[in-house]
């Protein structure tokens, strides 16, 4: 058993890991134009780097998960830290377009080692009621990189070099591969080696509620790169008030802190619904409303239902899994970063109003899933 103050530590640690590991998701989104410039290329290459980290990232948390099965969660969290810091400031290094593409999908084959690593760990180490909470921090930490991700490489490039985003970027993987060393507790759980990582996720993709879930998961971070990144394109104001626009938005943030009280009050699927219906409605007034102050209490709401969303779904897919939650977890991790990966070409492809189109299909569809879903769960109750 681990003393209360090292599973507060824990804690801390894995929720603020998780925010500088997902910041790297978007670092790249307000920078484009700089690094373009840089490098004297089309804005359009870097588009396709960012796409390509996001590709390698997602093959990183289909991989690690599993591995972690074996090499043990910590091990594996404290070496990914280790070569993130490493790879992170070969990126800052990158002399042309080229060398940027390697980095960056180095970069994120190593950043890939966290997300589903530390999913894991929480179920392993940590009691139901603390583990709902401890998912609900780091997955608030998740979104609020989505957009503290884009400040700081905004601000650090406006101030210095687009470089500089990286190298600090590489300290903070290095000090907290230092503290994660000396803090993080080993959890002692009975791995299961005798069935392929394939089977047990073949296994998992047939199980109906699971495939729901993972089909509300590509919506999810989809959802949010897309939006914010056309925002970026098409907003016509000034940098300030985009600037002030994705800031605002980590108010809606606070809403994923309510999450687990809201599941232990109204059952998952309700919460579950309030996120889809949060969501639904931001998107509907993106469609009537363009102001600063219009588009700051949108992406407020829009940010909340995508807080409730993410770390319900967790915990649904954590339930289910069972005995494989790591490698469903894992496959998770890689579905929701897939979406994101898709995102900013879409957000470059497509105008402005057909992917609030989309984003509202998608919305609609996570209605019907959720009724599916809470319908098969009251069969199975009956049952």
């Known amino acids: 058993m681990n003393s209360k103050s090292v599973l507060i530590a824990t ?9 500088f590991v997902a910041s790297n998701i978007y670092t790249l989104i307000p920078i484009y134009g700089e690094i373009a410039d840089s490098y004297k290329v089309n804005e359009n ?25 074996t090499f043990g969660r910590r091990r594996v969290i404290i070496a990914g830290l280790l070569a993130s810091a490493i790879s992170t400031y070969a990126v800052g290094l990158s002399p042309n377009p080229e060398a940027l593409y390697i ?8 950043l890939g080692s966290f997300a589903p690593v530390a ?67 080993p959890a002692s759980r ?44 098409n907003f016509m104001g000034t940098m300030e008030d985009l ?32 996120g889809i219906f949060l969501g639904t409605v931001s998107i509907i007034k993106m469609f009537f409303f363009s102001s600063t102050n219009a588009l700051m209490a949108i992406s407020i709401l829009f940010v909340a239902s995508i807080s409730l969303l993410v770390p319900t779904v967790i915990t649904l897919i954590g339930m289910l899994a069972g005995a494989y939650r790591a490698k469903a977890l894992s496959l998770y991790s890689f579905i929701l970063l897939t979406g994101a990966s898709l995102a900013p070409p879409a957000a470059m492809f497509l105008k402005f109003h057909h992917i609030l189109f989309l984003l509202l299909a ?20 009956q049952s």
């Not at 290459?45 to 099965?69: E, K, M, Q, R, W």
């Not at 569809?365 to 879903?373: I, R, S, V």
């Open 11 to 19: 804690s801390v640690i894995l929720t603020v890991t998780g925010i």
């Open 45 to 69: 290459h870097i588009v396709a780097g960012g796409s390509l980290f996001a590709i390698f990232y997602a093959a990183g948390l289909l991989f690690f998960g599993p591995a972690s099965d």
């Open 103 to 110: 980095t960056r999908s180095i970069q994120g084959v190593t």
């Open 119 to 185: 999913f894991a760990y929480s179920f392993d180490l940590f009691q139901p009621r603390s583990r709902t909470l401890l998912l609900v921090f780091i997955n608030t930490g998740f979104l609020a990189a989505g957009i503290l991700g884009q400040l700081i490489s905004s601000a650090i490039t406006f101030y210095y070099k687009w470089n500089y985003a990286f190298y600090f970027f590489a300290v903070c993987y290095f000090i907290l591969f230092l503290v994660s060393y000396k803090i993080l507790p």
């Open 190 to 233: 009975p791995f299961n080696k005798e069935t392929s990582t394939f089977a047990v996720m073949k296994k998992l993709i047939r199980q109906g509620r699971l495939l729901k879930c993972y089909a509300i998961t590509f919506t999810l971070l989809f959802s949010f790169a897309a939006f914010y990144d056309a925002m970026g394109r």
């Open 243 to 274: 600037f002030t626009i994705r800031a605002v938005g980590l108010i809606g943030a606070l809403l994923s802190l309510f999450t687990g009280k809201l599941i232990e009050r109204i059952g998952a699927y309700s919460t579950l619904k309030l």
């Open 362 to 381: 998608f919305f609609l569809l996570n209605f019907a899933l959720c009724y599916f879903l809470s319908k098969e769960t009251a069969f199975d109750l």
